[in-house]
């Protein structure tokens, strides 16, 4: 089973700011790599898939990066509705698996 | 607008069975694959279960392998989830989820989830 982890677990942060998140995979993934967004009680929003792909209406100020083993997802300039947990996914490797998550908190 | 529609969540007793169904629209059902997703009470997501556009191929969690049965209806554009002997750590929010395209296993649409609480 391919391990995902992510960090940091919190990340504290204003807005105006930029959140760098991690991801790390404990094989390789290639670029199969996904990122979605949680926020209290509603089902995950999906940001980013194969590593870099924005899905449809996502803002520009999410970016992802990364391959193989090390991934990470970028929000520049957080605005107030980016405050959320965010997950990432693989799907190279069955079982699919997901990260921890890192929430984004305001600081 | 698609949507995706659990039901059959409820509370069960360890060891009972359960069955969720998920209602797609506004999409050819029978063109995607389809996943279920878990998430327990204040934890994080969890895969469980994928079944191919047709049904022929289907992958399960190991921790739910030889308990869960994931079938499809494409005439009735529904999916399900089959649960049998739930455990206590089988309780969470089940997800219905759709890949974004073919063979792209990240998910692009859910639903809102269907509670399944095992207790005695």
């Known amino acids: 089973e391919t391990i995902l982890t992510q960090s940091p677990a919190t990340l504290s942060l204003s807005p105006g700011e930029t959140a760098t998140l991690s991801c790390r995979a404990s094989?390789?993934?290639?670029?199969?790599l996904a990122w979605y967004q949680q926020k209290p009680g509603q089902a995950p929003r999906l940001l980013i898939y194969?590593?870099?792909n924005r899905a449809t209406g996502i803002p520009a100020r999410f970016s992802g990066s990364g391959s193989g083993t090390d991934f990470t997802l970028t929000i520049s300039s957080l605005e107030p509705e980016d405050f959320a947990v965010y997950y990432c996914?693989?799907?190279?490797?069955?079982?699919?698996?997901f990260g921890g998550g890192t929430k984004v908190e305001i600081k | 607008q698609v949507q995706l529609v659990e039901s059959g969540g409820g509370v069960v007793q360890p060891g009972r069975s359960l069955r969720l169904s998920c209602a797609a629209s506004?999409?050819?059902?029978?063109?995607?694959?389809m996943h279920w997703v878990r998430q327990a009470p204040g934890k994080g997501l969890e895969w469980v279960a994928h079944?191919?556009?047709?049904?022929?191929?289907?992958y399960y969690a190991d921790s739910v392998k030889g308990r869960f049965t994931i079938p499809r209806d494409n005439s009735k554009n529904t999916l399900y989830l089959e649960m049998n002997t739930l455990r206590a750590e089988d309780t969470a929010l089940y997800y219905c989820?759709?890949?974004?395209?073919?063979?792209?296993?990240?998910?692009?649409?859910w639903g809102q989830g269907s509670l399944v609480t095992v207790s005695s």
């Open positions: 989820t759709r890949i974004i395209a073919a063979a792209t296993h990240a998910f692009d649409y």
């Open positions: 506004a999409f050819t059902f029978s063109n995607y694959g």
């Open positions: 079944i191919s556009r047709d049904g022929s191929v289907k």
């Open positions: 094989q390789s993934v290639s670029s199969y």
């Open positions: 194969d590593a870099s």
């Open positions: 996914q693989q799907r190279s490797n069955w079982p699919l698996t």
